[in-house]
T-cell receptor
């Protein structure tokens, strides 16, 4: 079957760094997405990884290891507004472009 | 450009009734996917429409149905509502071409069944 695992909840301190992990088992792999979702709002796109390695976008970075079926989202210099759920999604090769979603990680930032 | 528009934003219905939700995709996006989101369950895929044809379908009962019009706008319908259908319903539109196909969500319709 196809499966994506993320921690349910994480807590971090304002100004610190946090790493949110995502592991996946899917039938083939096109790419991996990270989305941010604030409570009661729509998910918004953060990053898309296809090749192995780290991609940096300001305070947010996303890492992918295709051989290990593993990704992480790294958030630096945490701000209170980063309190949100972070969703990992994979595009398998045989899914006709339909994404497979993890249940999301709720990140709580404390002052 | 305008984003994905979902209407209505909030809806309260009684058990046994039916409901229709609407989604207008980003201009040029021909694919519309629908999801149900409940606390702790993540995004559960309902179905996807592309050029008025259902291309993918999730594991939901036949009470959940949808359609897409020639202008790419999509509707989903839930008949004989149950209390468990209370959820945030999200639609996402995309170009559905290439590996990163601009998957963009609407703000959702929050349905409460009482």
């Amino acid at each position: 079957g196809q499966n994506i695992d993320q921690p349910t909840e994480m807590t971090a301190t304002e100004g610190a760094i946090v790493q949110i992990n995502c592991t996946y088992q899917t039938s083939g792999f096109n790419g991996l997405f990270w989305y941010q979702q604030h409570a009661g709002e729509a998910p918004t796109f953060l990053s898309y990884n296809v090749l192995d390695g780290l991609e940096e976008k300001g305070r947010f970075s996303s890492f992918l290891s295709r051989s290990k079926g593993y990704s992480y989202l790294l958030l630096k210099e945490l701000q209170m507004k980063d309190s949100a759920s972070y969703l990992c999604a994979v595009s398998p090769t045989d899914s006709n472009y339909q994404l497979i979603w993890g249940a999301g990680t709720k990140l709580i930032i404390k002052p | 450009k305008a984003g994905v528009t979902q209407t209505p934003r909030y809806l309260i219905k009684t058990r046994g009734q039916q409901v229709t939700l609407s989604c207008s995709p980003i201009s040029g996006h021909r694919s519309v996917s629908w999801y149900q989101q409940t606390p702790g369950q993540g995004l559960q895929f309902l179905f996807e429409y592309f050029s008025e044809t259902q291309r993918n379908k999730g594991n939901f009962p036949g009470r959940f149905s949808g359609r897409q019009f020639s202008n790419s706008r999509s509707e989903m319908n839930v008949s004989t509502l149950e209390l468990g259908d209370s959820a945030l319903y999200l639609c996402a539109s995309s170009t559905r071409t290439g590996p990163n196909y601009g998957y963009t969500f609407g703000s959702g319709t929050r349905l409460t069944v009482v």
